[in-house]
């Protein structure tokens, strides 16, 4: 009804120490949902039940309480209209559920709605117990609440009840395409919004979009509906909806209503069979099985309080995301582009996406610079290396200098930029999990986040323990350290709650913290980073430089490491000089089929090897940076290099390709 219309020697003990720390912290949750009550303890009764009245900020919100609640608090969540069609609600009060409602009826399920269900939602599960996955129940317009709650939320959904909902805004109120519409609601639609009727022509966050993460959670969908609804028809709405689900892999029932009288062109029609749907509502719903909660993964230690003040102050922000392939591919880095946006309406982000696949620590201390600093102020920063780390056989001394460059380089730039250090899942570090111990490249994460206060998220010991805890399974759900959409909705979810915790208001008389850089680690660790230009060398012979590389084979490159100047060599033989100063120096290649062997010394010191090729070389032009010495004193050095004539057993060739020299 549109009713109303990680190990050098030197670091063991630290990371221990680090890694009990974590485990031993008492970690906050965040803000008490309670915080944002207002006005709670009235009550009367709905349908011979009590009724608890409260106001979530200025909205008005109530629950209602059986006489005997099922363990667990299982509980259904009515979207509008909370008084049409009330059966299946006082069928399943009497079976032990919980009813709640929050009535932001005139906001068509818009962002700023849906912030509001997000605060009702922790009041119920953090305050009164509430199982942690819920029952929604939709009405017409209802569906957009549904939806645009459950695709951000699919963890927290046992299953979705509809009755002739919406699912296309251009279908309801737009009009724009067979069903009638309402021109007057349309319009209060885009002020709500903040849309031009253009942009909500090309909208794409509608029900029937995006369904996959909720399709990867398995929820259950049941639309009931009339065959013959003009106002909200079902060839633009439920069945477009049906197609798409399906397709995603979701498990949907649509149940047709042809008894008794269909009236407001068919939108409005009987339940016949209330008991049907409330016992199948229970079915999915009961008994409520305990989850692992988000909480218990991250620390939040030194918090995020000043990209929140940058945030609520309604300025200009930058957030930046400095990853591998898990950050590059789509999924929980757009997610939380997106949450961003809608937590800060009033705030224009600028997002940096420097997640370039393979790439691990050593890369992104030497590319910080180019790739995310010189973009100019950064207020928040993701950083996440462990997979690549521990896929590239990085040494975990190099790994804490590293990181711990990339974290001191970032706040030499802006003192009050908040950083988010994160440890994704891969079957390496399940299998240590699975065996009792720390994987090395957790414990230097939260060896350098416990240093600078940083908060951290471990998503591997989370995947593993819901693995373990039987929420999911690896193949089939997960499948790969490149995370499938259940994957990457969990990543999203769990950084989200991080985020939530952190983010509380503040008063806006305070400044921000400025965080004094602690005593290093190490003092060789990789602050000062740097790409140094290939045209600094003196070629001896051999090297030439290529102004526009790129392959001459089919084999496959990176977006960024291709069609950019290359100091390239074919030969043995071919040699170089390169004057630098700093305490570091290497090279970052690109190791194709064809890449060979180099010979390098260091201010006249020993001569020493290092094979090029990669296990990837064979089908890509990887991006790959080799350190030859971290260890440098400060000055001026002299590197030398030359092409080898030895060659792995599987290259084609004696290459070596050179897009920077990296220096500290």
């Not at 609440?145 to 109120?173: F, H, L, T």
């Not at 633009?236 to 995603?248: F, K, P, Q």
């Not at 950083?383 to 590239?392: C, F, H, I, M, W």
């Not at 090729?613 to 990887?622: D, F, H, I, R």
Request: hydrophobic share 35%; proline share 6%.
């Amino acid at each position: 009804m549109i009713l109303k219309n990680i190990c050098a020697v030197s670091f063991i003990f630290m990371f221990f120490s680090a890694a009990r720390a974590q485990q031993s912290q008492e970690r906050t949750t965040g803000p008490r949902a309670r915080d944002y009550v207002l006005n709670y303890g009235r009550t009367d009764t709905w349908k011979g039940f009590t009724r608890f009245n409260l106001n979530i900020g200025e909205y008005h919100a109530y629950y209602v309480s059986p006489v005997k609640p099922l363990p667990g608090n299982p509980w259904i969540w009515r979207a509008s209209f909370p008084d049409w069609h009330t059966d299946i609600d006082s069928l399943l009060l009497a079976k032990g559920f919980h009813v709640a409602y929050v009535n932001v009826d005139d906001q068509y399920g818009s962002p700023a709605a849906l912030q509001v269900w997000d605060r009702f939602y922790d009041y119920l599960v953090n305050e009164k117990r509430f199982a942690a996955q819920v029952c929604l129940e939709g009405v017409s317009r209802g569906g957009l609440y549904v939806y645009g709650w459950a695709k951000r939320n699919p963890d927290k959904i046992s299953c979705i009840y509809n009755e002739a909902p919406v699912c296309d805004i251009k279908s309801w109120p737009g009009g724009k395409m067979s069903g009638q519409g309402d021109q007057k609601l349309w319009q209060q639609l885009l002020g709500i919004y903040h849309m031009t009727e253009s942009q909500a022509m090309a909208y794409k966050d509608n029900p029937v979009d995006n369904l996959e993460g909720l399709a990867a959670f398995k929820v259950p969908v049941i639309h009931v509906i009339g065959p013959d609804d003009r106002i909200v028809p079902n060839s633009e709405n439920t069945y477009v909806l049906a197609a798409r689900y399906n397709a995603a892999g979701g498990s949907m029932m649509i149940s047709p209503v042809t008894d008794g009288p269909q009236e407001l062109s068919g939108h409005h029609f009987p339940i016949p069979e209330p008991t049907r749907w409330a016992d199948m509502i229970v079915r999915y719903s009961y008994p409520v099985r305990p989850r692992l909660p988000h909480s218990d993964y991250f620390n939040r230690r030194g918090g995020l309080d000043n990209s929140l003040k940058v945030f609520e102050a309604k300025k200009n922000a930058t957030v930046a995301f400095l990853g591998g392939s898990i950050t590059f591919n789509p999924g929980w880095r757009e997610k939380i582009s997106r949450y961003l946006r809608e937590r800060f309406p009033e705030t224009a982000f600028h997002f940096i996406q420097a997640g370039i696949p393979s790439l691990g620590s050593v890369p992104h201390a030497f590319r910080l610079k180019q790739d995310v600093l010189d973009s100019g102020k950064v207020d928040l920063m993701f950083v996440e290396a462990a997979v690549n780390d521990r896929v590239n056989g990085l040494d975990s001394l190099t790994e804490v200098r590293a990181l711990e460059g990339i974290v001191r380089h970032a706040r030499k730039s802006n003192p009050v930029m908040d950083i988010v250090l994160m440890s994704f899942a891969d079957p390496d570090k399940l299998h240590d999990y699975s065996n009792g111990k720390i994987p090395v490249q957790v414990q230097n994460h939260e060896l350098v986040a416990d240093r600078y206060g940083l908060p951290s998220v471990n998503l591997a010991k989370e995947v593993a323990d819901r693995i373990h805890n039987h929420e999911f399974s690896w193949d089939w759900d997960f499948k790969d350290l490149h995370p499938a959409v259940y994957g990457q909705e969990l990543y999203y979810t769990a950084i989200r709650t991080l985020l939530d915790s952190c983010y509380r208001p503040h008063d806006q008389k305070t400044g921000q913290r400025i965080e004094k850089l602690p005593k290093v680690l190490d003092p060789f660790c990789i602050e000062n980073g740097n790409y140094y230009s290939i045209r600094n060398v003196k070629i001896v012979e051999g090297w030439t430089i290529d102004p526009d590389w790129s392959p001459v084979d089919q084999t496959g490159t990176r977006d960024g490491f291709v069609h950019r100047p290359m100091l390239i060599a074919t030969k043995p033989g071919a040699s170089l000089i390169l004057p630098f100063k700093g305490t570091a120096i290497g090279i970052s290649i690109v190791s194709g089929p064809d890449a060979g062997t180099i010979s390098y010394s260091i201010d006249n010191g020993p001569v020493k090897n290092v094979d090029l090729y990669t296990q990837w070389s064979g089908w890509l032009y990887l991006p790959w940076y080799i350190t030859f010495d971290t260890t440098l004193g400060h000055g001026n050095h002299t590197l030398k290099l030359a092409v080898n004539e030895r060659r792995n057993k599987d290259s084609k060739g004696n290459t070596c390709q050179i897009i920077n020299f990296l220096t500290n």
